[in-house]
Nanobody, 122 residues
């Protein structure tokens, strides 16, 4: 059974960096399109960075562009979101999602992690 889990969140000061990790059991993330999402209190769930299965297509939300970077490890078992120059408005619960869509960015995702809290202090 496919299961996704995120880690790497925490409390950082504005301007600092965090690297979020996403791993899976029951399957390899190499076989999945990946999306990073976040939700802050009182705000709507939003996409941050979404990548297709072949890492050929990439969507970055405006606030993430130039600051957040998606990557996979060599085996493709772990996915990372490197977040630099963090701002207080980046504070949110961050989610990793996976979908077996063969080509392109998925319209929806079958598997979701439990979320990891990122808090950025001013």
């Amino acid at each position: 059974e496919m299961q996704v889990v995120e880690s790497g969140g925490g409390l950082v000061q504005a301007g600092g960096s965090l690297r979020l990790s996403c791993a899976a059991s029951g399957g390899s993330l190499r076989d999945y399109s990946i999306g990073w999402f976040r939700q802050a209190p009182g705000k709507e769930h939003e996409a941050v960075s979404c990548v297709d299965r072949q890492d050929l297509s990439l969507y970055n939300a405006g606030p993430a562009e130039g600051r957040f970077t998606f990557s996979r490890d060599n085996a493709g078992n772990t996915v990372y979101l490197q977040m630099n120059s963090l701002k207080p408005e980046d504070t949110a619960v961050y989610y990793c999602a996976a979908d077996p869509t063969t080509y392109g960015i998925p319209r929806s995702y079958d598997y979701w992690g439990q979320g990891t809290q990122v808090t950025v202090s001013s």
